[in-house]
Structure formats: C-alpha cells, structure tokens
C-alpha cells in the first residue's frame, strides 16, 4: 500500500484523493482494452485481454446483479484463489478498520455500479495501479 502523509480519515477524503487519477488512468485503460474479452489465470494472478495484455489481478470482492450487493473478497473468497490474489482486499479492511471507514469494513452490503467505482479508484489509488477492471463473470 502506498503511504499516506496524512491517512485519510473517511471513504470521501479517500475519493477526493484517488478519484481524479483513476478516472485518467481508466481511460488509458479503456484506450488499451477496448472491448475485448478477458480471462484470468487465478493461478498465475494475471487478467488479460488476448495476446500482450496481461496484467497484474487482485480480487477485491464479487457483486451480485441478481441482489445488486457487494461481497468482499475476505468475506468468502472462492477456494481455489491463492491467498496472494486476496492480499490487496485483506489491506483495505485493514485500513478501514484503522481509520473507521465502513465501505472498506462491512463485509457485505448493497451496493450500485457508482459504489463499485468508488472501490475500485480507492484500490488502484492507494496501491499504484494502472486501473481496476469491473470483470462481469455471468
């Protein structure tokens, strides 16, 4: 995790801090990706988006479209991911308990598409990545 000189205190200081960044590194993403299909290797701990876009993967959590709730990936993760696909989800509930930040704390909850954003500005945000990708398993 990337360290903070002041640790934010709420999940708006959070955004306020992140949500720029993301936003510009989103469209780089989206300008690499396009709409093309991914697959992830759990094993490996990579996402790609056919030959030469291979990146990095951490799980956060899963979101339900049937529920519309978020569930995070320390809640109950699937398995057969390795604990390292996990590691990120596992710092952010850390932090949240730290800092008293509910959205990075409650396992589960109802959740919209602006929340899932907000998760993934946060996440790519503190720990430096190039974007956060909201991958629709069915």
Same mark, same amino acid.
């Given at each position: 995790?990337?360290? @903070?000189?002041?640790?934010?205190?709420?999940? *708006?200081?959070?955004?306020?801090?992140?949500?720029?960044?993301?936003? @510009?590194?989103?469209t780089d993403l989206?300008?690499?990706? %396009?709409?093309? !299909?991914? +697959?992830? !290797?759990?094993?490996? $701990?990579?996402? #790609?988006? %056919?030959?030469?876009?291979?990146?990095?993967?951490?799980?956060? %959590?899963?979101?339900?479209?049937? #529920?519309?709730?978020?569930?995070?990936?320390?809640? $109950?993760? !699937?398995?057969?991911?390795?604990?390292?696909?996990?590691? *990120?989800?596992? *710092?952010?509930?850390?932090?949240?308990?730290?800092?008293?930040?509910?959205?990075?704390?409650?396992?589960?909850?109802?959740?919209?598409? *602006? @929340?899932?954003?907000?998760? $993934?500005?946060?996440? #790519?945000?503190?720990?430096?990545? #190039? %974007?956060?990708?909201?991958? +629709?398993?069915?």
């Amino acid at each position: 995790m990337t360290p @903070d000189v002041t640790p934010a205190q709420t999940e *708006q200081e959070l955004l306020e801090r992140y949500a720029a960044l993301a936003c @510009d590194r989103q469209t780089d993403l989206a300008a690499v990706i %396009g709409e093309k !299909d991914w +697959n992830a !290797d759990t094993v490996a $701990g990579t996402i #790609s988006f %056919g030959p030469g876009l291979e990146f990095p993967l951490q799980a956060l %959590g899963t979101f339900s479209h049937v #529920s519309e709730t978020w569930r995070w990936a320390w809640v $109950g993760a !699937d398995p057969s991911w390795p604990a390292s696909l996990l590691r *990120q989800a596992e *710092q952010l509930r850390t932090y949240g308990k730290q800092h008293g930040i509910e959205l990075l704390t409650v396992g589960e909850f109802d959740a919209t598409t *602006q @929340d899932l954003h907000a998760i $993934g500005a946060i996440a #790519s945000g503190m720990f430096g990545a #190039s %974007g956060y990708y909201l991958a +629709n398993y069915g």
